[in-house]
């Protein structure tokens, strides 16, 4: 989870979703979140903002890869992160 294409791709495992599942809830198409993943290219500030409203996730996060202020449910279910490690 070291990129931003890492974190959005935990991000949608944790939720147990599908790269549909997840653009139709950001408003976008699958190939686009497919790009993130991948790494080709990185949301545009309002589709990163979107990401944050449908998963609870911070822009920190998305984009930086600060833990702090990501919800609980969400550390527990994000792979290799447990609470004892945010800052």
């Known amino acids: 989870m070291d990129s931003v294409g890492g974190r959005i791709k935990a991000i949608r495992l944790a939720f ?9 809830k950001v408003g976008l198409t699958q190939p686009a979140i497919n790009n993130w993943e991948k ?3 990185v949301p545009k500030p309002l589709e990163g ?14 984009y930086r890869g600060i833990r702090a202020g990501l919800p609980l449910e969400l550390i527990a279910k994000l792979p290799g992160l447990s609470p004892e490690q945010v800052h």
């Open 16 to 24: 147990d979703w599908t790269q549909e599942d997840l653009a139709g």
């Open 39 to 41: 790494g080709s290219r």
């Open 49 to 62: 903002r979107r990401l944050c409203e449908a998963t609870g996730v911070t822009m920190d996060f998305i």
